[in-house]
């Protein structure tokens, strides 16, 4: 079993800045491939970003490009999103998962936290 735990979401205005983080549990996170998911009201769940196994290789959803930015400290046992140039449709529940072996879908994904709300006004 591994416990995520994510943490830094909030409220911001548009043009604002946020850094998510997921907590790991374990000594086993580096040999997890990871990804950030949210999911907005009325909306399905959907892929973020995702990033390797030792961080060499990463993921985006096309409208976060450029302005979003995925990383991980192994050392730390911890994954990041920097979230810049926030829009009000950025704003949803945010989950950090862990073991994707499908990195852009939600069932490729063995663990997950139990997200973090992030909220942007115009």
């Known amino acids: 079993q591994v416990q995520l735990v994510e943490s830094g979401g909030g409220l911001v205005q548009a043009g604002g800045s946020l850094r998510l983080s997921c907590a790991a549990s374990?000594?086993?996170?580096?040999?997890?491939?990871m990804g950030w998911f949210r999911q907005a009201p009325g909306k399905e769940r959907e892929f973020v970003a995702a990033i390797s196994t030792g961080g060499g290789s990463s993921r985006y959803l096309d409208s976060v490009k450029g302005r979003f930015t995925i990383s991980r400290d192994d050392a730390k046992n911890t994954m990041y999103l920097q979230m810049n140039s926030l829009k009000p449709e950025d704003t949803a529940v945010y989950y950090c998962a862990a073991d994707g072996g499908v990195v852009l879908k939600t069932t490729g994904y063995k663990y997950w936290g139990q997200g973090t709300q992030v909220t942007v006004s115009s």
């Open positions: 374990g000594r086993t996170f580096r040999f997890y491939t």
